[in-house]
């Protein structure tokens, strides 16, 4: 289900009535914790927030007139969608996140490399989500995309 909005509330006034609320959730648990130096927009169908030029200016290699990407909310056809892409970068992150989950939540994770997915958006664990997008600075985030890419490279 791709929205384009031009803003994160222009972009949660779409979705169907089911989803707004657990959206809106998510996003303020996100908005609340996440470190200061991310930004918020909408991109790709998704609430986004990134690491801007003005603290990273090589942008994502994939093409650096992007920003670099770092999470993301959104409502897929099936599911309610949170990509966090630090989680698949670091090992003790994922296991942090995995060993919570597994205390907040009621069902069982579905989870893909960056992708963590919720086909029963009542149960998503906001908290947990909010805690998770604490984790990271863009410093480090920065430090762990760096070294991500040189190993690609390689």
Request: overall charge neutral; charged content about 30%.
């Amino acid at each position: 289900m791709l929205v384009h909005a031009a803003s994160p509330e222009e972009y949660i006034e779409s979705l169907p009535e089911d989803r707004k609320e657990i959206i809106k959730e998510i996003r303020n648990a996100v908005k609340d914790n996440l470190p200061e130096g991310f930004e918020e927009t909408t991109e790709h169908g998704m609430i986004t927030y990134y690491v801007p030029h003005s603290i990273y200016p090589s942008g994502y290699h994939v093409n650096p007139k992007d920003p670099l990407p770092f999470m993301a909310i959104a409502s897929q056809k099936n599911y309610i969608a949170v990509y966090h892409m630090g989680i698949y970068m670091d090992d003790e992150l994922l296991r942090w996140f995995m060993k919570e989950y597994d205390k907040a939540a009621t069902t069982k994770l579905d989870m893909g490399k960056s992708c963590i997915r919720f086909k029963n958006p009542k149960k998503a664990p906001v908290d947990l989500i909010g805690m998770l997008s604490a984790k990271l600075t863009p410093k480090k985030y920065i430090e762990l995309y760096e070294a991500s890419v040189k190993s690609v490279k390689r």
